[in-house]
């Protein structure tokens, strides 16, 4: 045991050049969203005799509706105190949404760089999306919905005020 924790070590200062890089803390993240992917598929088999089919419009809803989420979880005002305990305010980015800093080292800095980035984040609101098609698809669906209007209402908002801008200037 003791050479596999070495060539972890080994391996994880060879990666990091030295920068402090929560390697072990992004495994166990990982590992987190491989167990609860793979309970999810577990219990998806269990309840249906086969998986639901994604069609286009089902890929559409869960395309702009993960874009949205991803946003809403990682940039929007409202969800900053999710993020305090990982975080620390810097400023606005753009449009309804602010800037952090990912704080803390180990775990406290691996959930930091997932909450702060709707990139990082989004593979779980799409998974989760997905899961949601299983177990409840029309609540899922409606969610989406939702959503995707707020989606459609914000680059709305944004070309609004994109056009008063030419028509002021």
């Not at 998986?51 to 940039?75: C, E, F, Q």
């Not at 990912?102 to 593979?123: D, W, Y």
């Not at 299983?134 to 995707?148: D, E, K, S």
């Amino acid at each position: 045991m003791n050479a596999v924790v070495d060539t972890a070590r080994r391996e994880k200062e060879q990666y990091t050049g030295g920068a402090d890089r929560p390697l072990g803390s992004y495994l166990a993240t990982l590992a987190v969203y491989g167990l609860t992917t793979g309970t999810m598929v577990l219990l998806g088999r269990r309840m249906r005799d086969r998986a639901p089919s994604v069609g286009l419009s089902d890929l559409a809803l869960m395309t702009i509706t993960t874009h949205k989420v991803s946003r809403v979880i990682a940039k929007d005002p409202v969800t900053s105190p999710l993020r305090a305990p990982f975080t620390r305010y810097s400023g606005t980015a753009g449009p309804a949404e602010v800037a952090e800093e990912v704080r803390g080292k180990g775990v406290r800095h691996a959930v930091g760089e997932l909450v702060t980035c709707p990139f990082c984040i989004a593979q779980w609101v799409a998974t989760a999306y997905s899961a949601g098609l299983v177990f409840a698809p029309q609540a899922t669906r409606l969610a989406g919905a939702t959503m995707t209007a707020v989606a459609g209402s914000d680059w709305l908002q944004l070309a609004y005020a994109r056009l008063q801008q030419a028509a002021e200037g």
